[in-house]
Each structure stands twice: as C-alpha cells, then as structure tokens.
C-alpha cells in the first residue's frame, strides 16, 4: 500500500546568479520505505533537490510535505530531525575525538538524556558494525569506516529518511559495498526510507525505483531493471554502464542471441551457464 512520506508539488529554484532554472517544476512522491536512487549528470539539480526535502534550500515556489507536514519556517527543525543526511567527503563530517563522541554530537545537540544517549550510540554503532571502535580517533579509519560511522550519527537520532548524497563516491570498492551493504541491511531491519544520489550502477541497483535527472527535471522514472535497460543511453544518464550491459553487447557482437531485458550480474551468470544446455 502506498504511504507518502515526501511530497514534492511544483518545485522551482534558481541559484541567484544563474542563468538557469536548477530546479524546474518537480513533483515527486516518495514512500515510506521506499529506496529512490537519483541519478543524473552533475549539475542536474540532484542535490539542490535533496537540499529542499530537508530545508537547507527553500524553494522559490511550490510545497514539500515531509509526513504529511507541509514544511514552513516554523516547523524546519522539527523536519530536519525526520531527514538525515550523509555528504560525499567522510573527513568533513567529524565533529568528534572519538567515534561514539561523534556519533554522540547530534543527540548532545538535541538535548537527549546521558542514560539514553548511550543506549542510543551503542545500537547505532552496533547497527552499521563499528561497535569495536568506539573509542577509537575518527581520523585513524578507512574511508568506508567513516562513512559507516557518519551514518551511525544520522541513524541514532532515529529519522525517518536518510539521504545518501554521493556518500560512497570518494570509497574504494570494498567501502562502497560494506556501506551499500550497511544501509541495506538497515532497511532491512528498521523498514529506513533511503534517497541515494550516486552515479554508481551497483548502488543504484538496490533501489526500488531509479529517477533521472536532467537540467532541473525528472526526465526519466522506473525499476533499475527498465533504466538499466537503456544501455549505451545511461552514459547519457550519468551513469556507467553496468557489467553485465558490457557482457551481453560482447557476446552480441560474436552472433550469440542475448535475452534483451536488463540482467544483473546473478541473473547474467544464471542465463551463461544454462546457455550450453538449451543450444
Ligand atoms: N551554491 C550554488 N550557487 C550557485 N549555483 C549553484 C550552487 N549549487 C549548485 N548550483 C548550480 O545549480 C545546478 C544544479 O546543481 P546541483 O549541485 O543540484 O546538481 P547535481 O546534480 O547534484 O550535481 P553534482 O553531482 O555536481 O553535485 C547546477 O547548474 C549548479 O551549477
């Protein structure tokens, strides 16, 4: 059943100074969670649009709901209590000495209970697998630890979405995957609304449905299996094209007869062993 947590009506903003519209007339709908991966070329006005649903940008007109609550000036903290949000550089987002001190700072700031505020950083440590480094300096870990600690501060104030804005971009393969994973993971368990802006095939592939981006607009919408489909075209997209795109666009040039539907790498290896059967 569908259940709207965000609610964009007729969103328009211009940066002053710009020549150009980077929001144009969105409207969009997010549900309660859903994942949405955003995708797009830079400048297309991803993150300007995150920038709405949690009120760092006001938008010159239209509405945004977050939970059925029209946000206003009045009611932007309380809002922004419902998004969290984790940027792109994990070494900006550190206001801590140690990890749990870090992932303590929001709740400090909210004027949560000591008693309470440590129940809370233990299970949101626990929750993205950094318990065992709670006392250590956020400075000594990998990238992807970072991020996975950045994300424990989002998720121990308890929001209702969390924004990934290109949160695994400056990861190594193994970072992304242990936060994709994380986050996955969390979705899985506390049913998280997520809103991931990448240009990363395999983080937009956990997403329910993929959104397209162009020139302050929504110009394409579906599952990641329809977008991906597209091919060559999610260049174009701002996105690379995924593994199995490559694969199958080989073998098609070699005379082999590739199913046209979008494969993921499983489906892809299901579809090459069973291939020698049917021929
Ligand atoms: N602070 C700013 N001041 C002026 N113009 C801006 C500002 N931030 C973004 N813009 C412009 O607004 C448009 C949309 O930018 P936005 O950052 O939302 O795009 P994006 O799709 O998130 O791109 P990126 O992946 O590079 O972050 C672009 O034309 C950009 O140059």
Redo the contacts with the bound molecule.
Sequence with gaps: MKNPLIELNNISFQ????E?K?LNDVSLTINKGEWVALI??????????AKTINGLISPESGEIKVNGELLTEENIWDIRKMVGMVFQNPDNQFVGSTVEDDVAFGLENQGVPRDEMIVRVNNALERVRMSDFKIKEPARLSGGQKQRVAIAGVIALAPDVIILD?ATSMLDPQGRQDVIETIRALKEETNLTVIS?THDIDEAAYANRVLV?KQ?EIIHEGTPEEIFSHGEALIGMGLDIPFPEKLKASLRKKGIDVPNEYLTREGLVEWLWTYGLRK
């Design positions: 940066y002053y100074g710009q150009h980077a797009g070329h830079n400048g297309s006005g991803k993150s300007t649009l290109e802006i981006m302050g």
